[in-house]
Structure formats: structure tokens, C-alpha cells
């Protein structure tokens, strides 16, 4: 569906140096702290910035599409950008409606009222909550079959972003659709992605499908004795701490199974993010 290949821009000191590939079917997470080098990936994607260097596919494995029908199954949501704050919901579905001829009006509609948006309300009225809902319902509502979604769930609650997790799902139940998102907030990455990209100072330091990472990965906590002692071959990073080594292992199994003394947790994603980005050579 999308594939990126060393893609390169250099702002200044950051350099960002990615490649990357979106597979048909795939929800696809992009983690990265502030400052990472998400949004100008995205932007690259989009086109709204010129790369440096190398190149971007979209569709190229699905048939012949004209540039104008790839920008029509392209859809894209952005913090920093949106529709104009004057309009209401009722006249961005007309223009939406002008706009794409797979446009489902009366879907969108539907959708803003059980999300409680006001369809007769300038936009510059709503919160920043409810301009995040309305990107996302608007976004998949005209076919697109890819979407590339900038740090949706900022600005949302708990319940709100569980919400658009669902309509994420939802999106994708013919499984002819991609989604790539970012995100710093992992929780929502891990129980939605199949697979994710850690990105950190503009370099793609980790990537793996979700379920390897929830049953391969772990974190082991040793004494330092602990640690000499251990067969280090499947150590991914560790940190030496004052009372002992925290270690990332993409084979938890096998300290499970071979060093019973050692204590070792399953790890969630933020803590091998926080290892793979911190942590030292073993
Ligand atoms: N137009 C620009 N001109 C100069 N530097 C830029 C520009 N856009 C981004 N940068 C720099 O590129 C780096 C990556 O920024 P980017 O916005 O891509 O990160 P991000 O991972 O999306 O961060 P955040 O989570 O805070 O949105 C930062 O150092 C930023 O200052």
C-alpha cells in the first residue's frame, strides 16, 4: 500500500533517514517522542514537504490509479491543519460532497450527531476535542483507502479516544484499507497496530508486528552478578542502574526457560521504547 525508502530531510542539526513500508490490511503505529521527526514523515508522505532525498510508492501494487484517483483514496488528518474555522459540520458535508465522489453524506452526518457535534455550529466554536472527532469522521468518509493519521488522539480523553480506536477499526472491517498513525501515547499504538515503527532523532530504531512484541519481548531486572553470569546473545539494550542491570530481550522464552532466578516481565511498549532509546549496548 505505501512503501518509503530512505527517505531523507535534513532540517538544520535533525536529520530524518527513514524507510518504512504500510502492507494492505495493516494498521500501522509510528512511536516517537516529541521533536522525533513524525510530522515531517507524514508531510513527506503527503507531499506538503520536499525530501531531500529518496522515494515514496503509494498504490504502486494495486493497479493502475491516476494521480487525481490516488489523491482521492489518500486521506490524511494533521494537528496543525484542518478545516476553516468558520464553516459549519452541515456546509463541510456539502463540500466534502463536491469535493469526492464516494463521499457518504448522510454516514458523516449520522456519525457527527451520535458523537454529539453540532451540525449548525461554526467550528470555531468547538473544542479541541471536538475538532479531532471531526477530522477523523470526516476523513472516513469518502473511500480513501489509506489514511495517515498525525497524533489523532491529541487532545481527546479516555473515553473519546477509545471511541476513535473503534472508528479505526471500524474503517478497516473490509480489509482492503491501511491506516499509518503516530502517536506518543503508546497505549493507544499497542491495542490498535499491528505492527510499529519506533522513531527517535529522525532514525527508525525499532520495528516489529505487535504480537511479537507482546509475546518475544521482555524485560529482565538482574543483580549484577546476575548479569556477568548470563548469556548475553539475545540482549536487545540494557541499563545499569544502582542496585542492578534492566535488560531488553526480544527472547523472553528463552530466560524464562533457562534462568528461573531472574525476574522477568513481559514489558509494555513504553518501556522498550524507553530501553531501546536509552538503554546501552549490552
Ligand atoms: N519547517 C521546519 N523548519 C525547520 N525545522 C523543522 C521544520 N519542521 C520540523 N522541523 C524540525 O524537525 C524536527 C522533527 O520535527 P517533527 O515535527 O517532524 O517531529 P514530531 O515527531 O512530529 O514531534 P511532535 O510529537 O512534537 O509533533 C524537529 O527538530 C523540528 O524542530
Not at 49 to 54: A, H, I, L, Q
Amino acid at each position: 500500500m505505501l512503501k518509503v525508502r530512505g527517505l531523507k530531510k535534513n532540517y538544520g542539526d535533525f536529520c530524518l533517514d527513514v524507510s518504512l513500508e504500510v502492507k494492505k490490511g495493516y494498521i500501522t503505529g509510528l512511536i516517537g517522542r516529541n521533536g522525533a521527526g513524525k510530522s515531517t514523515l507524514f508531510k513527506a508522505i503527503m507531499g506538503l514537504v520536499k525530501m531531500d532525498d529518496g522515494d515514496i510508492e503509494v498504490f504502486n501494487d494495486e493497479g493502475f490509479y491516476s494521480e487525481i484517483e490516488k489523491k482521492r483514496m489518500l486521506g490524511a488528518v494533521f494537528s496543525d491543519s484542518g478545516f476553516s474555522q468558520y464553516f459549519k459540520v452541515k456546509e463541510i458535508a456539502s463540500l466534502m460532497e463536491s469535493m469526492y465522489p464516494k463521499f457518504d453524506k448522510n454516514g458523516f452526518l449520522e456519525r457527527c450527531k451520535a458523537w454529539e457535534l453540532p451540525l449548525n455550529k461554526s467550528i470555531k466554536k468547538f473544542s479541541s476535542g471536538m475538532i479531532a472527532k471531526l477530522k477523523i469522521i470526516a476523513v472516513t468518509s469518502y473511500g480513501a483507502r489509506l489514511l495517515i493519521l498525525d497524533e489523532p488522539t491529541a487532545g481527546l480523553d479516555v473515553v473519546a479516544r477509545r471511541d476513535m480506536a473503534d472508528m479505526i477499526r471500524e474503517y478497516m472491517m473490509d480489509g482492503e484499507r491501511s491506516v499509518l498513525i503516530s502517536s506518543h501515547i503508546s497505549g493507544d499504538i499497542e491495542g490498535l497496530c499491528d505492527d510499529v515503527y519506533l522513531i527517535e532523532d529522525g532514525q527508525i530504531l525499532l520495528h516489529e508486528e505487535t504480537d511479537t512484541i507482546r509475546d518475544g519481548y521482555g524485560i529482565l531486572k538482574m543483580t549484577y552478578d546476575q548479569y556477568e553470569k548470563i548469556d548475553k546473545e539475545f540482549l536487545l539494550k540494557i541499563k545499569k542502574e544502582k542496585t542492578g542491570v534492566i535488560a531488553l530481550t526480544d527472547r523472553r522464552n528463552y530466560y524464562e526457560e533457562n534462568y528461573s532466578g531472574i525476574v522477568i516481565e513481559r514489558g509494555n511498549v513504553d518501556d522498550i521504547i524507553s530501553l531501546m532509546a536509552r538503554g546501552d549496548e549490552k
